[in-house]
């Protein structure tokens, strides 16, 4: 699992590369403070103004750390760590958050790693309330990628908060980014459906059912077939 994670997480950073180089420069530091078990080599790396190669170090760290055994994970890090000093640190994966809040605070446009963990957070491991903290955080610093709001209102929606047309107005604008995760797409058709407006919600059932997210296309399938509408022959 380790080394898998390892290949996935130098994947992720190779495609998050070209929109990081271009990003503005870094704020100064406030109170980044690294996980024990790799601080002297991200600090060392922060202190001579490599940032940014020390967020991608920790952001495999991070994934290695998601990618590996709960038991073996909860061991190794009980003994780096120490026991918990909060509520929430307990529970699985108990350092997710805080890894992923000191990858963000080295590097504020790495955006990558927070949807990552942010979504890891709310839909794995039933922590959304730490999710809309990291996604809040990154947010305030990067307010022009409007991916982080598209997530928020994705959180809230499952959580039951907001209405659902506040909820379909903060979301629809991340539709016209071509990477715009699948879930993203089916919350706003769903939502679109429940608001009286058919076609939209066709026209996204649709694009969902030519995406290559199995699990989804198969909700897309179903509710075209409810709907009464045309399934397009590249799907069949």
Known sequence: MGAAALSIAAAALLNAGASRAVAPSLPPLAGTKPQREYAVQTAGLAGAGMRR??????????????????GAVHAAHEEHEGPPTSHADTGHYRQMYPRAKSILELDPFFRYAVLFSAGALAFNLNRPEEALRLLEDASRGDPAYVRYKAYIAGIAFHRGGGTQETVLRTLTPALADPDCPVLIKHIVAFLNLRLGHREEAIRLYREILLSKDASYRGLAMGALRRLGAPIPEEAK
């Not at 190669?53 to 750390?65: E, H, N, V, W």
């Open 53 to 70: 190669l020390a967020a991608d170090l920790s952001f495999i760290q991070l994934m290695m750390y998601y990618g590996s055994p709960e």
